[in-house]
């Protein structure tokens, strides 16, 4: 019996993003928070068991290379499960600006064809195909706010934060992951990596949005004044936290009220900007067939 859904994979944020060391595997030691935003690719699935696998893929967009095949791949191997699949993705997340986008859509995928094949596979079998697919792909099966270690495979799940008002601003600036971990490398330290442990623990003890550090930012700048630009003007406009997410080109501003936000947006009338709230984890489970 061929069964369909429809799926939300939303978009994250780094409220904190500390790059510690890079380690014998090549990979950079972190501690980040992460959290879900309300900005959100939609999935449209069909499944349907099969003599052989086909995985198909449409859309508003074509990704060649697309995450969500290999992770569709991926999860039928691992239940020994032949099936027909076809995804129908609605991409709204800015693709390579540090939101996420790729690996919640994949992360998606996971969640959704053991529910379709009845199936469910257990919580470290996920991990680790997530794990497989990319560093970030891990925290998109559990979502929420959480504390991630390790080369972002390693999360923790931290309560809910209260959501303010955000303002993403995605400027049409490609930064290459690999390079800025490159660049930022010769600038860790030991004595560094300390400190950067201390501030991070003292960010979750108190529970609290700011004062918000991302690793990458002084390098990322360097390279692309503008997106430094964007982090003073949103500022400057009132917001209490203004940081890059992950590698970039993302910069997110935190603010108290709406009509801060709503005056801040108007400042940026050349580039995709999108209003979104916090997604807590319940919210997300919620939304992805993953709970
Ligand atoms: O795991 P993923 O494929 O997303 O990582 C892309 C690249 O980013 C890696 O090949 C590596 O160069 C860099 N990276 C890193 N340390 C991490 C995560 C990613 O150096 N913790």
New binding site residues.
Partial sequence: MPVGARVSAFAKLNLDLRVLYQRPD???E?RSIFQTISLADEIGIHFARSRRTAIRMSGNIDIPDNLMVRAARLCLEEMRVAASVDFALHKRIPMGGGLGGGSSDAAAVLRALPKLAGQPLPVERMMHLAALL???VPFFLLGGTAAVMG??DELYPVPDLRSPHVLVVSPDIHVS??EA?RLLSPRLSPELAKIKLAGFQARLWTHDIGPAINDFEPVVFQQHPRLKKIRNQLRRAGATTALMTGSGSSIFGIFESKREMDAARALFPDDRVFAVRFVTRKGYQAAGMGG
């Fill in positions: 090549g990979y950079h972190l990319g560093s970030d080369r972002g992951t690999p971990y």
